[in-house]
Every structure is written in C-alpha cells, then in structure tokens.
C-alpha cells in the first residue's frame, strides 16, 4: 500500500507464550507441548477478558478462554521457519532473518577448558560451575563459595548462551560488565560462538536468600543481515525499544532503548509511551514471562502473569490512538509443565488491535514469524531486506 496506514505500531512480545501445534516439534524433542493450553489446564482457566475479545480463543483449545464470533482483532498462529527456538532466533525472524544453522549449545558439555582459561586469565578471576543449570540453583549451589573466594559463577544451558552470575555486594557491576565484554570477544571465534552472554547480578549472603537483581545485560551477536528495523531508522522512523530489544539487536535499528526490571514496569513505560508521540515502531519484550515462570517451571506463576498482562493491556488499547496498531506476538514456548527447563517448539499467537480496524478475523495458521516485520515495512513504505509477506491489507481502517 501507498499509504500510511497507522502513524506507530505496537509490538508487544509475550516472551515464550507458544500457542503448541508446531509441525517440527518432535524434531526439538517437543511433540505435545503447549505453553498457554497446559497453563489453562493446570490453572482451570484463565480470565484474559481483553485478549478473548481480540479473538485469542480462536487460534487453539485454551482451558477459560473462549473463541468468539465476533472478535475485536484480526488474529493468527505463526509457524517458525528458522532452525531453532530461543530468544535471538524467533525476534531476528520476526524483522525478516531466517537463521537456517543454529547457534551452539555447551549444555552437555560446559565451555571448552581453553575458554575458560583464557576468560580467566584475562579476567583476573577463577571460574566455578560451567555446567548447564537453573539460574536460580545454581546460586544456591555456588553462592556462598564466590562470596567466600571471588570466584566466577559460570553456567549454561539448553540455550546458547555464556552466563555469569556476580554478587554486586563483592563484585562491582562495571567489574561483570567488563567481564561480559571480555567473553563476548573469546567467543567469537567460530567453534565457540554463542547467541548471548549475559550478565547475571544477585544479592545475598547465604543459601535461600540469594537473588537476582534487575541490572541483567544481554551482549548478543549482531544480526547477520539488515533486519526492517534498520530499513525503519535509516528511513527516519523512530524505533524504540523496550525491555531486552535493544540486547537482542544489539543496538541495531533503534533510535532509543527503554530498561524495564518486570513486566509490570515494561507495559507502565509503553503506556507512557502511547501517550507521547512518535512516529515508528515501538518494541516492546516481557521477559518475566520466560525468565521467571517459564524456565522456573512454574504454571501458576505464569498464568498469572499472563492475567496480569491482560489487565495493563486493557490501558494500552484505552491508551493509543485511532491511527495506531497493536500486535501482540510470541518468539517461541517454554511450556512450564513441560520436562526439563529449555523452550519449547511452538507456534505463537497473533493478535492484531487497532481502534478502527475495518473487519477484524482469524486468518488461520501463517508460514513465518516474519509476517510482522513484512507488515510493519509495507505501512511504512520501507524496505523488507528479508523474508515474510505483509498483512497490511487485512488491517484495513474504517
């Protein structure tokens, strides 16, 4: 289309809210899995009133959430393309990469003992752990040894990713920083490239009481291509990012990055956000979803969480103007009842909101994640460097 549809666009990403079904799942040890059906299951239904009204009963069997005949939002099930299923790989997807060679994994393993000699060496520090864990044991485990020693608590896990945990009350977050950094170059070399290195800062000073505080860092690979986003900035959009965005992008693409510490306070700053003005793209990552409840395996948690979000949506969709759009997606599962604590092949929901939106439907299952950024490129008259089709003409306004 030639014409500017919506002035901004809300991307708001439910981190891990697969919706199940994924075609490939088995392929990723995942075959039954269902992030939002087992957690409407375990709960006796959720009441997301807001997100029912958009038509998410429509895309699958979801315990207390009903499908309705006349929904509010034009909805869809994405189907991933891209070989893998963690954070990186679904956002990248979504502004139009294909990552056909996943990013590797130490989760067998640990790190190679020449990294880690080298990562100590240049660190000044010992190294304990490096092993794959749950963020939250292994401080429990190791806590009280770095406070005794110094020493760098090191882990992994399914995902591909270098952590390292550090108790701000003996290790300076600019000393961890620093370390991340030092990583991040050691594992560049092919044999050893993760997708991230993250920082993990805690407080505490004895098992049970440990935990993390919200100055995580994220030191991703940059995108191995133009991304719409870059086709956005270089046209003179703004992009701004919210929550972990500016991490997963690595900065490419975005005009401004918005540091949230919870769910909560990430739909508080795009509701603020809403009430401003920009012209672009606002997007938007709600990591507790993932990080706190879904790794944790934790249902309960979760749906709550979930009900939770759709209460502030609620001030989101009061909040924005008629020529806004909102799309509320997913960048893979982490069924909470699932084994083991790795995301799950899924697909993930679409639920798209404006409050002129011409004749809202269930356009069924879509190939890619990419679809989003496909859309996004076609309002805005940009160029789409990469995969995915526009939806544009099936977000018509009044």
Not at 204 to 229: C, Q, W
Not at 369 to 382: L, P, R, S
């Amino acid at each position: 289309m030639s014409k500017e549809l919506y002035k901004r666009i809300f991307v708001i990403v439910c981190d891990s809210m697969g919706i199940g079904n994924a075609e490939d799942a088995a392929k990723f040890g995942d075959e039954g899995a269902n992030t939002l059906g087992h957690i409407c299951e375990f709960k006796g239904g959720l009441d997301v009133e807001n997100m029912e009204g958009l038509g998410l009963g429509n895309l699958g069997n979801f315990k207390g959430i009903h499908p309705i005949r006349h929904q509010l939002g034009t909805t869809a099930a994405l189907r991933e393309v891209s070989n893998g299923k963690d954070t990186m790989t679904g956002h990248w997807e979504m502004m139009g990469l294909k990552v056909e060679k996943p990013f590797k994994t130490f989760t067998e393993t640990g790190f190679p003992e020449e990294f880690i000699h080298l990562f100590e060496e240049k660190t000044g520090r010992k190294c304990v752990g490096n092993y794959a864990e749950s963020g939250t044991v292994i401080l429990d485990q190791l806590g009280e040894h770095q406070l005794e020693t110094g020493d760098w608590i090191v882990y992994t896990s399914a995902d591909s990713v270098f952590q390292i945990a550090a108790n701000e009350e003996i290790i300076p977050l600019e000393e961890l920083y620093h370390a991340c950094e030092i990583a991040r170059e050691l594992l560049m070399r092919d044999e050893w490239k993760v997708g991230r290195v993250i920082a993990r800062p805690f407080v505490g000073r004895k098992k049970g009481e440990f935990k993390r505080t919200p100055n995580r860092h994220d030191y991703a690979l940059e995108p191995f291509g133009r991304t719409v986003l870059d086709s956005l900035k270089d046209a003179g959009y703004d992009v701004v990012g919210v929550g972990k965005i500016p991490d997963i992008f690595v900065n490419k693409g975005i005009t401004k990055g918005i540091h949230t510490v919870s769910n909560e306070d990430g739909m508080n700053k795009t509701i603020e956000l809403a009430k401003e003005s920009q012209h672009g793209l606002v997007f938007v990552n709600l990591v507790d979803f993932d990080a706190v409840y879904g790794h944790r395996r934790n249902p309960e948690g979760y749906g709550d969480a979930i009900v939770a979000f759709d209460h502030q949506l609620e001030d989101l969709m009061a909040a924005i103007n008629e020529d806004d759009l909102i799309m509320i997606t997913a960048d893979h599962g982490n069924d909470p009842t699932w084994t083991g604590t790795d995301h799950t092949r899924e697909h993930v929901p679409l639920l798209m909101y404006s409050k002129t939106l011409k004749d809202p439907k269930n356009l069924g299952l879509l190939e890619s994640y990419a679809v989003i950024g496909a859309t996004i490129a076609d309002n805005f008259g940009v160029e789409n460097p990469g995969i995915g089709f526009s939806l544009l003409k099936e977000l018509e306004r009044n």
